[in-house]
């Protein structure tokens, strides 16, 4: 009994060591295998650029792609999850909804046009019907001419009516469009005097800011803190520089002095930065071409301890508290 409670725990104390393993191990992973980038970049009769950023062995990768359009994507374990793919129908769907579409309108006209054709006695009948209430109106109103002959004054008197009533309503379009005009300037007037505030409160509030920045310069553990997070940064920056790359640049100017004073430039970005550049000048020609390959890495562990360095600093800690209120 007691050997099998001992070979229990045993395989107990054995799976779980395994389990522990594997999470040490997984963050382990996580910690130390660089995140890697690649940038390919040109410039000759066309900009190309091609960014890759993977992770543990590509198993996450991030890509953007300039060429003749811009292409960016996001893949784990090679399935694409951003952007998202559209649902597209396939092409035998749309022939067929395509085709019962056709096949509806088509009897949608066969009926139509016999419909037509049985209502075209009909029509005949109401044209006739229709043209015999005519004259028998016409009758009437010569009739009613020649019996009263005082029509003329009523006419007349109508007519002015209809005058006043049209020269009424063009006057009051005259102002309803003077009223509209009017109200659209005042709204264009409202809305500058608000952009103008809006300025206004935008410089105080950077006046605000500033003086605040400036009366915390004055206290020594913010400087040191400004200093301190200056070092971080650059740490930062020397972590994610290229450890190998290679630029070549052909340039060329028709002015020899400028083009002089950029070679000049180079040469001094060259001692100072090590930078792997390839110059060309062309003095006899305007032409700009270049070519760049940069790979460089970062480990999760390194930011990680950077930002463990920042929050342990007690003086950062109440600079930035200061800073953000």
């Given amino acids: 009994m007691l050997h099998i409670i001992l070979t229990i725990l045993k395989i107990l104390g054995i799976t779980i060591l395994a389990i522990l393993g594997l999470i040490i191990f997984l963050l382990l992973v996580v910690l130390f295998v660089p995140i890697r980038y690649d940038i390919k970049a040109s410039k000759y009769e066309k900009v190309y650029a091609n960014i890759t950023v993977h992770w543990i062995l590509h198993i996450i990768t991030a890509r953007f792609l300039m060429d003749e359009g811009k292409d960016f994507y996001i893949k784990v374990f090679g399935i694409k999850i951003y952007p998202k793919k559209q649902k597209v129908k396939s092409e035998n769907a749309v022939k067929d909804e395509n085709t019962v579409e056709t096949k509806a309108s088509d009897s949608k006209e066969d009926t139509i046009g016999h419909e037509e054709d049985m209502k075209m006695p009909r029509k005949v009948l109401e044209a006739s019907d229709t043209c015999n209430e005519a004259l028998s109106e016409e009758s009437k109103t010569v009739t009613l001419l020649t019996e009263n002959p005082d029509n003329d004054r009523t ?171």
């Fill in 155 to 325: 006419d007349d008197s109508k007519t002015d009516d209809d005058t006043r009533k049209t020269k009424k309503s063009i006057i009051d379009l005259i102002r309803e469009k003077v009223a509209g005009i009017r109200a659209k300037i005042l709204n264009v007037r409202n809305k500058i005097i608000d952009i103008i505030n809006r300025i206004k409160s935008l410089f105080t509030d950077i006046g605000a800011k500033v003086s605040h920045f400036a009366d915390m310069l004055k206290d020594e553990s913010n400087r040191k803190s400004i200093k301190y997070l200056w070092e971080c940064v650059k740490d930062l920056v020397k972590a994610l520089m290229p450890k190998k790359h290679k630029i070549y640049v052909l340039y060329g100017k028709d002015d020899p002095a400028k083009l002089a004073d950029i070679i000049g430039y180079v040469a001094v970005l060259k001692a100072y930065t090590n930078i792997n550049l390839e110059f060309v000048p062309d003095f006899t020609q305007d032409v700009l071409e270049a070519d760049a390959r940069l790979k460089g890495k970062i480990t999760l562990f390194f930011v990680c301890l950077l930002a463990y360095r920042i929050y342990k600093n007690k003086d950062v800690r109440r600079f930035l508290n200061n800073f953000t209120k």
